[in-house]
């Protein structure tokens, strides 16, 4: 922030006057003491040295606030705090030094114009060097706040440069207590000697012009000394208040106090403190209403995932119950199948029985069918036997009758044999060929046989695989319903909890405007 002329211009002035105060001063001392009379009073007031010290001294004094002011404004520009600290912490030594040389060249150098005495001059720098002390004083710190005015907007920091309040206050009463009993002590000598001088020592007239400069002096040193404490109260006051507003949650209060001093670190580190506590208090409640709003989200969430499971749970009991029914089916289908395995391969083997049977009986039947034809070859061979017996019996005439009838019968007996031979044969030829299609067929059932055993035989086994797939989709479901369950109760949990979690939000949230953030 750049400080505007017209309190540039008033600082300077302030500066010139603190620097001509001193010497004014010590001109009225030592009037008033007698030191200097009222025709040496005129002359040093006419007195071309004064005037030319009067503004020498002025033009000093203003080059050399001036020179500070420059500085501070330049550290103000570059936002250098440290360097504006320091400028100000060396301020009243420079002043009151400067004031001090002035003090003492100045009577000195218009002492020696005017050729006064020597006596003359020890006292009257003495007198000037503790008017200096005591008048610098109230002007410095009249100047400390006014220039620390100008550099208000440059934040505070935490240096050993920074001018202590202590340090101030102990500065100001050891400054004025010498420059008070040096000007007690130097006016009493005065008045004393001249009164000696003149051969008449007034005890009344010293302790009266004591007694006025005692209260003027002592009204010297109290009214900075009050300046500084009602400042130093000042500030504390705006602290106090403040801190009584943030104590009230009002965050908003902001301490104006921008000195260079331990308060001024006070002031800026509780002003840093509200700007910070304002930050987290908002941060707090925006996000207790966050986390209210997401409880309230987590918990509508808890409960749908909560019925959801419910109904899960409920869906896979059902389940549950299925697959078991399903279980039972297909244990029962297994146990079936393993019945109808153990059937088709019983069958299976009566069945090669049956084929190994068949097989015998047709090559029964075709020894059968072999012998039949031997027969024949015989019935045949009886029959011409039979024939040519006849025929022998018919030539021996009357003796061959009873050999011809026994011919004729067993003629007849081959006959019928024959017969027989011929029907065996034909019975025979047609079991010879219902066995060889019975064998013929067999021989086509028997591998369809064998592959449908085969085929029960895996239809077993596949139905023990799906009783133990089964049995482990049921252990599954089961585990399962287990987990809905206890997702169900975790859920029922969660709810609980958030319900909880948006009643502590609306609890810290209460809390939390306590703190007015916005004025």
Known sequence: MQPSKSKKSGILVLGAIGILAPLVSTIFYAWFTSWVSNELLFEFLINFRTILFGVIALIVGYFAVKGMLNTLDENAKKSDAIGVQRTLRWFP???????????????????????????????????????????????????????????SSVPVQQDKSITSFFFKFGFVVTLGAIGLAGLFITST????????????????????????????????????IMALSKNISSQLNEIKTVTMHFAKGNLNATIENKSRSEIGLLAAALNNMADRLKTIVASIKSNSQIISQSSKVLADSSKIISKGAM???????????????MAETIQRNAENAQSADKLSKESFQQILKSYDIIKGTLEGMHKIDENIDFISEIVSQTNMLALNASVEAARAGEYGKGFAVVAQEVRKLAERSSGSAQIINEIAEGNVKLSEESAQQMDVVVPNIEKTTKIASEIATQSMEQKNTVEEITSAMQ?????????????????????????????????????????
């Open 311 to 325: 109904q899960q749970s409920a869906s896979s009991e059902e389940v549950v119950a299925s697959v078991e029914t």
């Open 189 to 224: 000598y005065m008045m004393a000697y001249i009164d000696m001088e003149a051969g008449s020592l007034s005890v009344v007239g010293i302790t009266e012009k004591m007694a006025v400069i005692g209260l003027t002096t002592v009204g010297q040193l109290i009214i900075p």
């Open 479 to 519: 585990e399962l319903n287990d987990i809905i369950q206890s997702n169900a109760s975790v859920s029922e949990e969660i709810t609980a909890e958030a319900d909880t979690l948006k009643q502590a939000s609306l609890e810290l949230n209460k809390s939390m405007n306590f703190f007015k953030l916005h004025s």
């Open 93 to 151: 030594e420079i002043f009151i030094g400067l004031s001090l040389v002035l003090a003492t060249v100045g009577p000195f150098f218009i002492m020696k114009g005017m050729e006064v005495e020597e006596r003359m001059v020890v006292p009257m720098l003495l007198l000037s060097a503790s008017s200096t002390l005591l008048n610098s004083l109230f002007i410095v710190i009249l100047l400390s706040r006014k220039v620390e005015g100008r550099v």
